[in-house]
């Protein structure tokens, strides 16, 4: 999902929760663990508007493919990825469907595809701590402390551990970074910066892109 700088060697212990260099296995039934103090932060992010950098790794190309922009997160609604380099456009991701608005030469195009793989489910799991959807998916394992952390999660159920290998999570007060690897042994990492504080709720002009 990567902003790797998660290791704190001093202070430790005047933390409330140790620190773990090593990744640990979740117990999601532990509520004191710095995993679920962790989740409960994530909780709290029912909109992100954020700036972000995706770097695609494939195998069979030498760099990179890069693409910048904006990422929107509503919790409960759907995603809006507004994508400035390459190419622009507007990538939809709701609970049903998956729909891209391209601009190219001022002309808009549009196309709707339904969301068979549960992508928003997923991101939405992901982005909100959605611990019920993250037990239901994915076993996990915890690096790190409440400030600096990063969660490695394993996909369970289909199709995701079809698609997926691993999928890693870094961050501080809400995700910083996601890392994708997948069977095909083809890297996404998306860094997410300039994250607003105080997130401005849906605008009637987005909630229109989810009716589209």
Known sequence: MNSRVFLLLCLLSFSQFAYSEQPVPVNFNDKNSAFNSVINKLQNNRVIRSQFKQSRKL?????PLIS?????????????????????????????????ITLLDDKETI???PNTAGFYTVLE???NGHIEQIKKHFSASFTGDIKNWVINL????????????NIKLSGT????????????????????????????????????????
């Open 111 to 113: 196309n709707t595809n």
């Open 154 to 165: 394993t996909p369970s159920t289909e199709p995701l551990n079809k698609i997926f290998t």
């Open 173 to 212: 007060r809400q995700i910083n970074a996601i890392t994708f690897n997948d069977y095909n042994q083809d890297t996404t990492i998306i860094e997410l910066t300039a994250s607003q504080k105080n997130p401005e709720p849906i605008t009637k002009k987005e909630e229109a892109y989810f009716a589209l």
């Open 59 to 63: 195998k069979i190309l030498k760099k």
């Open 68 to 100: 910048t922009g904006k990422i929107n997160f509503f919790s409960g609604t759907g995603i809006i990825w507004e994508i400035n380099q390459p190419i622009r456009s507007k990538v939809i991701i709701s609970e049903n469907k998956i729909t891209e």
């Open 125 to 127: 799991s992901i982005f």
